[in-house]
Nanobody, 122 residues
Framework: QVQLVESGGGLVQAGGSLRLSCAASGRTFSSYAMGWFRQAPGKEREFVATITWSGGSTSYADSVKGRFTISRDNAKNTVYLQMNSLKPEDTAVYYC???????????????WGQGTQVTVSS
């Protein structure tokens, strides 16, 4: 069982940066791949980024590639999402999730956090 708690969301101007954190409970955190997803108002939840259990491999949605960076610290049971050059269209609730293996599809993820709001003003 893994419990996930996101933090770091907030209001930022376009072009600014935020770093999201996702703290996990449970001793097995390091065995899970981790992902970030987001859901904007009136839209489906979509994939943002994912990272393997070791941190050795990552994958990003085309819309965030080159601007967002996913990383993890297994000693701290935490995964991060560094978001730079933010745009108004990045406004959404951001969720972290844990899966047995790296993936970009929601149903592959077994555990989810409650989400953190990111709002980017123009």
């Amino acid at each position: 069982q893994v419990q996930l708690v996101e933090s770091g969301g907030g209001l930022v101007q376009a072009g600014g940066s935020l770093r999201l954190s996702c703290a996990a409970s449970g001793r097995t955190f390091s065995s899970y791949a981790m992902g970030w997803f987001r859901q904007a108002p009136g839209k489906e939840r979509e994939f943002v980024a994912t990272i393997t259990w070791s941190g050795g491999s990552t994958s990003y949605a085309d819309s965030v590639k080159g601007r967002f960076t996913i990383s993890r610290d297994n000693a701290k049971n935490t995964v991060y999402l560094q978001m730079n050059s933010l745009k108004p269209e990045d406004t959404a609730v951001y969720y972290c999730a844990a899966a047995i293996s790296i993936g970009m599809v929601q149903y592959e993820y077994d555990y989810w956090g409650q989400g953190t709001q990111v709002t980017v003003s123009s």
